[in-house]
C-alpha cells in the first residue's frame, strides 16, 4: 500500500479539537493538584527555549520526532520509502540543549557509544492542542519553528533493533536534542521547501531541502493527533535528509535552514 494512502480518512475527522490550552486527564490532574494546595517532596525543572524578539520562554512538553522522513535517508536505513506508513518516536524533555545564535556550543560526546551521529532537523512548536486534527487545520497548532539536531547513538540504536528491542537508548538520552530559539510563525511564516544542510569542520555532509519530506509538518501533526491529544509545547522534529554520519570529540558541527539562524556545536 501506498504511504499517502494512510491519511485518506484525515481530512474527515470529526474529532479535531483546535484550541490554545487543550487539556486533558493528566493536566487536569496536576491543576487539581495545585489548587488543592499539594506540595512535592522535591522540584522538578522544566524545559524551556527562548522565543525570538520576546522576554517569554517557550515550554516544553513532550519531543515527537519522525524517523525516515526524506526517501534518500530512508533507503540508506534499509526502508522502502514508498510503503511505510510514518513512525515516530519522543526524546525526553531533558534531551533539550539550546544553542544560542552566533555561538558553538559545547555538546558532550555521551557514554556507552563508538558511533555517534548527527541528523539536521526542522523543528515545529506547537501552541495550540487537539485530537484528529485534520491536514487543511493541521498548520493552525504551529506557534513557531526553529532548528534542531537528533543526535543518535547509532550503534546502540542498531543493536537493539537487530534484537527486536526498543530502541531509545539510541535516541532518548541527554542532551540529544540540540535546538535553536523559537521564531514566531509571524515572523517567519510557514516552512515547505528552502535549504537544509549540515556540515562538519566545513565540509558539507547533508544537503537536500525541506520539499523534499515525504510527510509534510502539517500531516506530521495530523498523524499524531490520530495517536496522541496534542497539547501547547508539544515540538515536532520533522526528520533528517540523507547522509547522516559519525562525529567525534574536537569536531565542529554547523546546520542551516534558509531563514533561520545557524546552529552549531562542538562535540567535546
Known amino acids: 500500500m501506498d504511504r499517502r494512502t494512510f491519511f485518506g480518512g484525515a481530512t474527515a475527522a470529526a474529532g479535531a479539537a483546535l484550541g490554545g490550552c487543550a487539556t486533558g486527564a493528566g493536566s487536569a490532574g496536576t491543576a487539581s493538584a495545585r489548587a488543592a494546595g499539594a506540595r512535592t517532596p522535591f522540584d522538578v525543572a522544566g524545559a524551556t527555549i527562548p522565543i525570538v524578539g520576546s522576554d517569554e520562554v517557550f515550554p516544553v512538553r513532550r519531543i515527537y520526532c519522525i524517523g525516515r522522513n526524506y526517501a534518500a535517508h530512508s533507503r540508506e536505513m534499509g526502508s522502502d520509502p514508498s510503503r511505510e506508513p510514518p513512525f515516530f518516536f519522543q526524546k525526553p524533555t531533558d534531551a533539550i540543549q539550546h544553542v544560542p545564535a552566533g555561538t558553538v556550543a559545547d555538546h558532550p560526546y555521551p557514554s556507552l557509544t563508538k558511533n555517534y551521529h548527527y541528523e539536521a532537523e526542522l523543528v515545529a512548536a506547537l501552541g495550540k492542542g487537539g485530537r484528529n486534527i485534520p491536514v487543511d487545520r493541521a498548520l493552525e497548532l504551529v506557534y513557531g519553528y526553529t532548528l534542531g539536531l537528533d543526535m543518535t547513538r547509532r550503534d546502540l540504536q542498531r543493536a537493539m533493533g537487530d534484537e527486536k528491542k526498543p530502541w531509545e537508548i539510541g535516541k532518548s538520552f541527554d542532551r540529544s536534542a540540540p535546538i535553536g530559539a523559537i521564531h514566531r510563525v509571524a515572523q517567519t511564516g510557514h516552512f515547505t521547501q528552502g535549504a537544509i544542510w549540515l556540515k562538519v569542520n566545513g565540509q558539507t555532509r547533508q544537503d537536500a531541502n525541506l520539499n523534499q519530506m515525504i510527510w509534510s509538518v502539517a500531516e506530521q501533526i495530523s498523524k499524531l493527533s490520530e495517536a496522541n491529544e496534542l497539547f501547547p509545547g508539544d515540538i515536532i522534529y520533522s526528520g533528517t535528509p540523507e547522509n ?20 552549531s556545536v562542538r562535540i567535546v
Open 244 to 263: 547522516v554520519g559519525p562525529v567525534v570529540r574536537g569536531d565542529v558541527i554547523e546546520m542551516h535552514i534558509d531563514r533561520l539562524p545557524n546552529l
